[in-house]
């Protein structure tokens, strides 16, 4: 398992994100894409659409089950990884970077604050 970035904040659904200013770019752990195996599809949000946070705002398909993503700050989809559509295994192989799955521009900074750190997140997943 790679290491789990500490730049990042975590929701208990395994989603990440990083905050660029009001900007969002959102993905999934390495734990879970690790639990899903090997990623065959990814169904991802429109550009425009907005979400809440806690709602589902994409799907991820692997060979052992589909997933719900979980948008974990609310705010407008304003970019998405079309990479990803493409080359769906990417989330295996890069969770933390190349895989991210899109951006969001986030409407209520305060959601932050129910979000995991690192520490908090490893500290879940090791329970």
């Known amino acids: 398992m790679s290491q789990i970035p500490d730049s990042l904040r975590y929701a208990a659904s395994h989603e990440w994100v990083r905050v660029d200013n009001d900007l969002g770019t959102v993905?999934?752990?390495?734990?879970?894409?690790?639990?899903?195996?090997?990623?065959?599809?990814?169904?991802?949000?429109?550009?425009?659409?907005?979400?809440?946070?806690?709602?589902?705002?994409?799907v991820v398909e692997s060979v052992k089950a589909a997933s719900d993503i979980y948008a974990p700050v609310s705010g407008e989809v304003v970019e998405i990884n079309g990479e990803l559509v493409a080359k769906p295994e990417l989330i295996n192989q890069d969770p933390y970077g190349a895989a991210w799955l899109f951006r969001v521009k986030i409407s209520d900074a305060t959601e932050l604050d129910q979000l995991k750190d690192a520490a908090g997140y490893k500290a879940s997943i090791n329970e």
């Open 27 to 58: 993905g999934i752990t390495d734990h879970a894409q690790a639990e899903l195996s090997d990623v065959v599809y990814v169904d991802l949000p429109k550009v425009g659409v907005r979400v809440k946070a806690g709602t589902v705002a994409a």
